[in-house]
């Protein structure tokens, strides 16, 4: 079975010749397209532009922002380099306001850029020791949640995806294929930047798994076929009230799970984020409208049509059958 090319971090975000080199997943998968960052801006620019995606994948994309920010600081050597840091960290945690793991990781290099003051290590150094081993962990994190998704598979499961769900559910994948169970994936083509059809379905389908792909709207008459038995999405956050952010879609998605009794869970990896105590807390991040009214850069539309794109929306926990995350299961009361 071939490993897919998103399945680890390292494959498609690394540092090369003093600069941190992006596989664009915007050109995937006719294209394998490097994007060179010199500096926190350039990172900054590829976030925005969605040259990466997937919201643990970010996290650590802005943290070598940081990381080549640190080195240029440290090359000017000015009077105040965490105060230099500090305005680099706010501008890449900007640049995705719904997901919590970017905000969350640049706090904790900050935090450890001012605790710790070890002799003849450079900032840029500790930075990379820190993104090294947060790289270890959310590896670990991603094959112990696919191990425990895993398990609520059944041979012969037609499943459900939305997004691009992460490494999780391509480990989960390849722990029931190691199983022996016969597992089916269905995946939505998620508008408007085609995540599950570039990026899910074409992942999948390299391992050898049967992978069929929809439009975003075939989903209820998917279900109400009987050709869903149990969904799986992930979230870029969780409040500790249970409600989850995901790829706008996820709502719709579980609603209709929901009234076909189709199981539905996500896949929470390192669990609810302490800081956000309710769903209405999470800040929905609204992208450029142009970006509904065009296809792959071809106008879909009138020019005297509006268009709105919330990218994110709000599952609330009585449509969520289970979280997954690296340490077990979840399972909520239902009805």
């Known amino acids: 079975m071939k490993k897919p090319l998103l399945m680890d971090l390292e494959n498609n975000v690394f540092l090369e010749d003093g600069k941190l080199v992006i596989i664009d997943r915007r050109r995937l998968p006719r294209d394998i397209t490097k994007i060179a960052c010199r500096d926190d801006h350039d990172v900054a620019r590829a976030i925005i532009d969605m040259a990466v995606q997937g919201a643990g994948d970010i996290a650590i994309t802005a943290g070598f922002g940081l990381y080549l920010a640190a080195v240029k600081a440290e090359e000017k050597a000015p009077h105040d380099i965490v105060k230099a840091l500090q305005e680099s960290s706010s501008r890449l945690c900007a640049t995705r306001p719904t997901g919590f793991h970017l905000a969350a990781l640049q706090k904790k290099i900050m935090g450890k850029i001012r605790q710790e003051n070890r002799i003849g290590m450079k900032h840029s150094e500790m930075i990379l020791e820190y993104l090294q081993m947060a790289l270890a962990k959310q590896r670990a994190i991603s094959r112990d949640t696919g191990k425990h998704a895993e398990t609520l598979l059944a041979s012969g499961d037609h499943i459900l995806t939305h997004c691009f769900a992460g490494p999780g559910l391509l480990y989960m994948l390849q722990y029931a294929r190691d199983n022996h169970k016969d597992i089916r994936v269905i995946c939505t083509e998620t508008r408007p930047y085609l995540q599950g059809a570039r990026l899910t379905a074409w992942s999948i389908a390299t391992m050898g798994i049967d992978t069929t792909l929809i439009t975003d709207n075939m989903v209820a008459h998917c279900m109400s076929m009987g050709m869903i038995r149990k969904a799986f999405t992930a979230a870029d956050r969780i409040a500790m009230d249970g409600v989850a952010a995901n790829k706008v879609g996820t709502l719709q998605?579980?609603?209709?799970?929901?009234?076909?009794?189709?199981?539905?869970?996500?896949?929470?990896?390192?669990?609810?984020?302490?800081?956000?105590?309710?769903?209405?807390?999470?800040?929905?991040?609204?992208?450029d409208p142009r970006e509904v009214l065009e296809f792959r850069g071809i106008p879909t539309s009138g020019s005297d049509v509006k268009a709105y794109y919330p990218s994110f929306d709000l599952t609330p926990p009585d449509l969520i059958t289970a979280t997954i995350t690296s340490r077990g299961i979840t399972s909520y009361k239902t009805d």
């Open 253 to 287: 998605l579980a609603i209709c799970a929901k009234f076909y009794q189709i199981p539905f869970y996500i896949l929470a990896y390192g669990g609810p984020d302490r800081h956000t105590l309710k769903g209405s807390d999470i800040p929905i991040e609204e992208r």
